[in-house]
């Protein structure tokens, strides 16, 4: 099942991650996709989120006016601070 895979390749993946690191090495073993996470989490989290262009903010902007289910849930975007 998918869910006994996922368990067991978590698994190996710590293991992996978890082995003796060699001492001249960046002291650290990344598994698949784990850079790219970090660098997105670094762009996303540490440096203040992605950049939106003008013309998506007025568009999200526009579409949040045009619903107004839409103003409870997204009364101020980031953008707009």
Do not use: C
């Not at 993946?13 to 784990?34: D, Q, V, Y």
């Not at 989490?41 to 540490?46: I, N």
């Amino acid at each position: 099942s998918l869910d006994t895979f996922e368990k067991h390749t978590g698994n190996l993946l710590k293991a992996l991650r978890e082995s003796k690191k060699s001492p001249l090495g960046p002291g650290r073993i990344w598994t698949a996709g784990e850079k790219e996470n970090d660098a997105r989490v670094f762009r996303t989290g540490e440096q203040g989120g992605m950049k939106v262009p003008g013309a998506l903010q007025k568009n999200m902007i526009d579409l949040r006016e045009a619903h107004p289910e839409l103003k409870e849930k997204y009364a101020k975007f980031p953008f707009e601070e």
